[in-house]
């Protein structure tokens, strides 16, 4: 069964330092998100991106913040300058645009920690 | 705005216990309604979903039937198992977002 995979499961980086969280979709999916989960907190979304441009972003997403679709199969998030509130679960989803068109399948997340 | 309230935790059973994690939600359209378990260190699992009202979903002996009426979609499961022992997150889905609620933590004692 398809799935969405994430890499690195696991990133320690310093504050300050820049950071790319990549997500490969499933592969005929077209409408791609980034969530976050503070630990012990709820998720909560993150952007969402179709059609090579965002199509929501929540108040959380601010200028440190960049997604990009660099080719057919990555789906990355880029934190700019990374801070200690940044430590969290990052999670990638996507969904597809026929069925149940509001399913959105997760992947396995990255935990990020910063230092 | 569209929102999920959902039961608080932490919640412990014994093995073979009955359990029910309520959650109530808000939208303004017509929302599919998710349930999804985190186990330790893992990532989010979809465990079942309701794409309209009156729909049960159901998966590894896990039940929730959407309720319009009562805008609730309420997790059940008749005997529950150690294994069970995880995180359970109820969600809906407006087309382009997911919210999610905060989680309610199980621990399921033998």
């Known amino acids: 069964e398809p799935e969405v995979t994430q890499t690195p499961s696991h990133q320690v980086t310093q504050m300050g330092q820049e950071v790319i969280l990549r997500c490969v979709p499933i592969?005929?999916?077209?409408?791609f998100y980034w969530y976050r989960q503070i630990l012990g907190q709820k998720v909560e979304f993150l952007v969402s991106f179709y059609n090579n441009e965002i199509s929501e972003k929540s108040e959380i997403f601010d200028d440190q913040f960049s997604v990009e679709r660099p080719d057919g199969s990555n789906f990355t998030l880029k934190i700019r300058s990374t801070k200690l509130e940044d430590s969290a679960m990052y999670f990638c989803?996507?969904?597809?645009?026929?069925?149940?068109?509001?399913?959105?399948?997760f992947g396995p997340g990255t935990r990020l920690t910063v230092l | 705005g569209d929102s999920v309230t959902q039961m608080e935790g932490p919640v412990t059973l014994s093995e073979e216990a009955f359990l029910t994690i309520n959650c109530t939600y808000t939208a303004t359209g017509y929302p599919s309604l998710f349930w999804y378990v985190q186990y330790p260190g893992e990532g989010l699992q979809l465990l079942l979903k309701?794409?309209?009202?009156?729909d049960k979903g159901s998966n590894k002996g896990f039940e929730a039937t959407y309720r319009k009426e009562t805008t609730s979609f309420h997790l059940e499961k008749g005997s529950v198992q150690v294994s069970d022992s995880a995180v359970y997150f109820c969600?809906?889905?407006?087309?382009?977002?997911?919210?999610f609620g905060t989680g309610t933590s199980l621990t399921v004692i033998p």
């Open positions: 309701a794409t309209k009202a009156d």
């Open positions: 969600a809906l889905s407006d087309n382009n977002q997911f919210y």
């Open positions: 592969s005929n999916h077209l409408y």
């Open positions: 989803a996507s969904r597809g645009t026929s069925g149940r068109i509001n399913e959105q399948f």
